[in-house]
């Protein structure tokens, strides 16, 4: 397979070192979500490829000394750290055509702070890492023993990956996992394989990295990440994507007692307290718009309270005409297209499925009249919703919020806690310590107090209850991909 004139993204994957085809020659198409239109192919990898991309970082991990040699991890780490800069602009175009990211999101959370930061931080934190630690001596049976522990990588890890962020999310997962010594195989979603098979290139072209520590594998199957996931090779699963699959890949994994962490979806409350400025808080919350709704951390429901309700929705309603959906390229739209025609389709279900429940849409509710080719939902706010109708209780990923009404503080904590997910969420209020307070009592792994910012390599990021398990980023995500070793030792026993 050579890579054609019109094709911008890389179709190979990457096993033990080599780019290659799939074995049995199968390509599968890459779509634009905003045109409908074929960009091009990329390997399509099964159960042969998948084989041979775990036998050869098993076996890296087992003959070489990546997991020991920290200093060279560093070296590696920062050849790919250049490499991602160097080809920002390349990712950047890519995440716009493959998955329709809104190019404004690209010079944040999309592009820029991952390239900045997910491969950086974990690599200069290696040397900061304390690997190895004494523990006090102990006495027993008359004898003295010393006592240390070490910390070691896990082994094989398997990285699956969803397609809203598909940068960020390999990124965040492959710059720990490698950092900490564990050897990798990233499966990219099969809506978005370019940003994965990119990173691979460079890792193949522009690192010292061993053959076989980092393999790349895209594909039409979901079964190809099923087959990571049962193999015995494969130490640990690193999993982004819905709570459903994660589900299922815990229950497939327990058997065999891997470990899995797992970084699921999302119903996150946006509360705002009576004393807050309302004029210039509520507009906000059409931030969840942002690349379609397509992220689990945006703030889903809108929470107010009961006596500033209509003008909440009138607020909420008007900020959400005004956001400019269409064409990814266009530095003014925040919304661009849902991924698929699937995936449009279930949006409008919910839709349909709020209204029928009672909601009340005060904005959007379907198709964009302007477009007839892209898979485009209107930003959506559906009024009159009580936390028991399901559009207030699942995951939708569209531009779709909730304005439920609470009659007090406690009554708000208890409705942001009402709910299966717990990834993130917002707390608004005039008094910053009133605020603060509240967010203590809300059952959630992060949080926008006031609208400060949580993000980065260094800040621990994963889910409460069916978000997720685990953490990545920062000081607990080095420990997310680690085994701790806890030795006793003596000088030495003699005869007498
Ligand atoms: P998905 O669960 O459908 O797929 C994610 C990945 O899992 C894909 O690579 C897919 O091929 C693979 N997969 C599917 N079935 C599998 C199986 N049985 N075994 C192993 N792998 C399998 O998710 P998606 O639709 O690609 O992504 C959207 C979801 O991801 C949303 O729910 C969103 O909230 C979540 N998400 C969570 C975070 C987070 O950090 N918590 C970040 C981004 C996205």
Same mark, same amino acid.
């Given at each position: 397979?050579?890579?054609?004139?019109?094709?911008?993204?890389?179709?190979?994957?990457?096993?033990?070192?080599?780019?290659?085809?799939?074995?049995?020659?199968?390509?599968?198409?890459?779509?634009?979500?905003?045109?409908?239109?074929?960009?091009?192919?990329?390997?399509?990898?099964?159960?042969?490829?998948?084989?041979?991309?775990?036998?050869?970082?098993?076996?890296?991990?087992?003959?070489?000394?990546?997991?020991?040699?920290?200093?060279?991890?560093?070296?590696?780490?920062?050849?790919?750290?250049?490499?991602?800069?160097?080809?920002?602009?390349?990712?950047?175009?890519?995440?716009?055509?493959?998955?329709?990211?809104?190019?404004?999101?690209?010079?944040?959370?999309?592009?820029?702070?991952?390239?900045?930061?997910?491969?950086?931080?974990?690599?200069?934190?290696?040397?900061?890492?304390?690997?190895?630690?004494?523990?006090?001596?102990?006495?027993?049976?008359?004898?003295?023993?010393?006592?240390?522990?070490?910390?070691?990588?896990?082994?094989?890890?398997?990285?699956?990956?969803?397609?809203?962020?598909?940068?960020?999310?390999?990124?965040?997962?492959?710059?720990?996992?490698?950092?900490?010594?564990?050897?990798?195989?990233?499966?990219?979603?099969?809506?978005?394989?370019?940003?994965?098979?990119?990173?691979?290139?460079?890792?193949?072209?522009?690192?010292?990295?061993?053959?076989?520590?980092?393999?790349?594998?895209?594909?039409?199957?979901?079964?190809?990440?099923?087959?990571?996931?049962?193999?015995?090779?494969?130490?640990?699963?690193?999993?982004?994507?819905?709570?459903?699959?994660?589900?299922?890949?815990?229950?497939?994994?327990?058997?065999?007692?891997?470990?899995?962490?797992?970084?699921?979806?999302?119903?996150?409350?946006?509360?705002?307290?009576?004393?807050?400025?309302?004029?210039?808080?509520?507009?906000?919350?059409?931030?969840?718009?942002?690349?379609?709704?397509?992220?689990?951390?945006?703030?889903?429901?809108?929470?107010?309270?009961?006596?500033?309700?209509?003008?909440?929705?009138?607020?909420?309603?008007?900020?959400?005409? &005004?956001?400019? $959906?269409?064409?990814? %390229? @266009?530095?003014?739209?925040?919304?661009?297209?849902?991924?698929? *025609?699937?995936? +449009? /389709?279930?949006?409008?279900?919910?839709?349909?499925?709020?209204?029928?429940?009672?909601?009340?849409?005060?904005?959007?509710?379907?198709?964009?009249?302007?477009?007839?080719?892209?898979?485009?939902?209107?930003?959506?706010?559906?009024?009159?919703?009580?936390?028991?109708?399901?559009?207030?209780?699942?995951?939708?990923?569209?531009?779709?919020?909730?304005?439920?009404?609470?009659?007090?503080? &406690?009554?708000? $904590?208890?409705?942001? %806690? @009402?709910?299966?997910?717990?990834?993130?969420?917002?707390?608004? *209020?005039?008094? +910053? /310590?009133?605020?603060?307070?509240?967010?203590?009592?809300?059952?959630?792994?992060?949080?926008?107090?006031?609208?400060?910012?949580?993000?980065?390599?260094?800040?621990?990021?994963?889910?409460?209850?069916?978000?997720?398990?685990?953490?990545?980023?920062?000081?607990?995500?080095?420990?997310?991909?680690?085994?701790?070793?806890?030795?006793?030792?003596?000088?030495?026993?003699?005869?007498?």
């Amino acid at each position: 397979m050579s890579i054609g004139s019109t094709q911008i993204g890389d179709p190979r994957l990457l096993i033990d070192g080599k780019l290659v085809d799939a074995e049995s020659g199968r390509t599968f198409d890459n779509v634009d979500p905003a045109t409908e239109e074929v960009l091009g192919v990329t390997a399509d990898a099964g159960t042969a490829d998948t084989e041979q991309a775990i036998a050869a970082a098993r076996r890296a991990f087992d003959e070489t000394t990546w997991s020991t040699d920290h200093q060279f991890r560093r070296e590696c780490l920062l050849q790919l750290q250049q490499a991602l800069e160097d080809e920002r602009e390349e990712f950047r175009a890519e995440v716009v055509a493959e998955a329709g990211a809104p190019i404004m999101t690209t010079y944040a959370a999309q592009i820029d702070w991952p390239i900045d930061d997910a491969v950086r931080w974990p690599a200069e934190y290696i040397s900061e890492f304390a690997w190895d630690r004494d523990i006090p001596d102990s006495e027993a049976f008359g004898m003295l023993s010393h006592r240390a522990v070490w910390k070691e990588a896990v082994g094989v890890v398997a990285a699956i990956t969803p397609w809203n962020f598909p940068v960020e999310v390999a990124l965040g997962k492959i710059g720990t996992a490698l950092a900490t010594g564990n050897t990798v195989i990233l499966k990219a979603a099969p809506d978005t394989p370019w940003s994965a098979t990119r990173i691979g290139r460079l890792v193949a072209e522009r690192t010292d990295i061993p053959a076989g520590v980092f393999n790349v594998l895209t594909s039409s199957d979901h079964g190809v990440g099923e087959q990571l996931v049962v193999d015995r090779r494969v130490d640990m699963i690193s999993f982004t994507g819905s709570t459903a699959t994660g589900a299922r890949i815990a229950s497939i994994a327990a058997p065999r007692m891997a470990r899995t962490f797992l970084e699921l979806g999302g119903k996150s409350a946006m509360i705002v307290l009576d004393d807050a400025d309302f004029e210039s808080v509520v507009p906000g919350a059409s931030l969840m718009c942002m690349h379609a709704g397509q992220g689990c951390a945006l703030q889903t429901r809108l929470l107010v309270p009961r006596h500033r309700y209509d003008e909440s929705v009138e607020l909420v309603t008007q900020a959400f005409r &005004d956001i400019g $959906v269409g064409d990814p %390229n @266009d530095a003014g739209n925040m919304g661009g297209p849902l991924i698929s *025609a699937k995936q +449009r /389709d279930k949006v409008l279900g919910y839709i349909e499925q709020g209204r029928a429940e009672g909601g009340r849409v005060t904005t959007g509710g379907g198709r964009p009249a302007a477009y007839d080719r892209g898979f485009y939902v209107e930003p959506t706010v559906f009024a009159d919703v009580t936390n028991d109708m399901t559009v207030a209780r699942e995951e939708i990923f569209g531009p779709v919020i909730a304005v439920i009404a609470f009659d007090d503080d &406690d009554d708000a $904590v208890r409705l942001a %806690n @009402d709910n299966d997910y717990g990834l993130s969420g917002g707390v608004f *209020a005039g008094d +910053r /310590d009133r605020a603060l307070a509240v967010s203590r009592r809300i059952r959630t792994g992060s949080l926008m107090v006031n609208g400060g910012m949580f993000y980065g390599a260094d800040a621990p990021y994963g889910g409460y209850k069916a978000s997720g398990t685990g953490r990545q980023n920062g000081p607990e995500g080095f420990e997310q991909h680690l085994q701790t070793k806890t030795v006793g030792y003596t000088d030495g026993l003699d005869d007498d």
